[in-house]
Structure formats: structure tokens, C-alpha cells
């Protein structure tokens, strides 16, 4: 398992990308999982900054390939829970002059993931993203 | 890595990686156009949903001129980024 500690900053995506490029060079990744958990991670890393939550801690990344599956998981420590798995849906149907890229992001990250959890306990918020590996 | 820039026959051409650090750099370029314009995907490897919203907002403001940008040399893994954010009903990609 690969486990690294980031700053809260949108400063750290490219840190971030480059421990998740490692983890897909060292587990053997296929292309397209590499790139749905770095978009995954983005989404879910950007967010945690923006919306901080009341803290300035820092986010660790924890990544570990099990047989065929690639889970990443995003820890923070937060006073504010936010659960990621009932964020608000995209609406696509809205006229094309009034869509908002809003939670466009996370939808994505759904769409293309195999697997998306969250917990909150003892003060950490972790989101827990799984992606199957082509054959 | 990510680069942007407008080539002599005014295609928007990318290059690299369009994630959340570097919207600021495509921003400035596309909020640029005034006219309709092809976006070239031909190297660019990698968008989030950050490049995505750059691009919604450009065709948003450009539409209401009756302009548009055109999207050509997509990659698979982009193009399917776009049909899951239904981004293809929106531009004409080819």
C-alpha cells in the first residue's frame, strides 16, 4: 500500500497526480483506470479544498491494487461531514444557455467509477473510490 | 504539463494536461474568442471537469453571437469524458 500526505492546496494536484502515476506504474495499471482515478481524485482533492470544511489540515492519499480492483482512499480530518455519495445530482435538462458545470465533476466520477463510499468517523471524513482493471 | 495557443489559422490548439491548476492559463485564451474557432484535442491527454467548464462557458458566451467552437482529435478517453458529461449534444466534435 502507498500512503502520502498532501497540503490542503490546489497547488498539490500535481504531487497528487505524480503519487497516483506512481501507483499506476508500480501496480500496472491500465491506461483507462489510471486516468478515471486520477479525474476521481481531482474532483474529490479540489473540493476538499474549496470547501474546506473548518479545518486546514492536511489530506492523505492511500492507494492499493487487490487482484483485479484499484482503490484510492482520501482521508481528511473535518469538523463538517459531507457526504459525497448524496451531493446533488447534474441536472441535464436544463436549456443549454442555463447549464452550470456545478457538480458536473462528481457525476463523472461516478459514472466512471466501480465503486464510491464515504464514512465519517472519529472526526475524519474518508472517501473511498474502487475501479475495477481491464484484463 | 499543459499548453495552450492559437496557431496561424486561429485553431485553439492544447497540449498535455487541462486539470485544476491550469484553468487559469485556458481561461485567458478562451475568454479571448470572439469568433467561432476549432479547439485541436490532438495532444492533449488528459481533462477534468475544471477544462470542461472553461469550455461550456466559452460556447455559452459565443452562442449568443451565433458563434461556436468546434472540437476535433479527441482521444478516447476524453470523448468519453464528454458523452458522460453529455458534453456532446453541446459541440460538434469531430
Redo the contacts between chains.
Keep these: 500500500m502507498m500512503r502520502q500526505q498532501f497540503d490542503r492546496d490546489?497547488?498539490s494536484?500535481?504531487a497528487v497526480?505524480s503519487f497516483l502515476h506512481r501507483f499506476a506504474e508500480e501496480e500496472q495499471l491500465d491506461?483507462?483506470a489510471s486516468?478515471v482515478l486520477?479525474?476521481a481524485v481531482?474532483?474529490f482533492f479540489?473540493n476538499i479544498v474549496k470547501y474546506g470544511r473548518g479545518t486546514s489540515s492536511d489530506v492523505f492519499l492511500e492507494a492499493v491494487r487487490s487482484g483485479g480492483t484499484a482503490t484510492v482512499r482520501l482521508e481528511e480530518q473535518t469538523s463538517v461531514p459531507f457526504d459525497v455519495t448524496r451531493a446533488t445530482q447534474t441536472q441535464?435538462d436544463v436549456p443549454?444557455?442555463e447549464?452550470k458545470?456545478g457538480g458536473?465533476?462528481i457525476?463523472?466520477a461516478r459514472?466512471?467509477l466501480d465503486g464510491l463510499a464515504y464514512e465519517y468517523v472519529d472526526g475524519k471524513s474518508r472517501i473511498t473510490l474502487t475501479k475495477h482493471l481491464e484484463t | 504539463m499543459f499548453s495552450i495557443s492559437v496557431n496561424e489559422k486561429g485553431t485553439v490548439v492544447l497540449t498535455g494536461r487541462l486539470d485544476a491548476a491550469q484553468v487559469d492559463r485556458a481561461r485567458e485564451i478562451f475568454s479571448g474568442l470572439d469568433d467561432s474557432a476549432v479547439v485541436d484535442f490532438q495532444d492533449l491527454d488528459y481533462i477534468s471537469s475544471a477544462g470542461l467548464g472553461i469550455l461550456l462557458a466559452t460556447q455559452q458566451r459565443l452562442k449568443k453571437g451565433g458563434k461556436a467552437i468546434k472540437l476535433v482529435h479527441m482521444n478516447r478517453m476524453v470523448r468519453d469524458v464528454f458523452k458522460i458529461a453529455r458534453f456532446d449534444l453541446i459541440f460538434e466534435i469531430e
Design positions: 490546489i497547488r494536484l500535481d497526480f491506461a483507462r486516468y486520477d479525474l481531482e474532483e479540489t441535464f443549454f444557455a447549464r458545470p458536473l465533476g457525476h463523472i459514472e466512471m
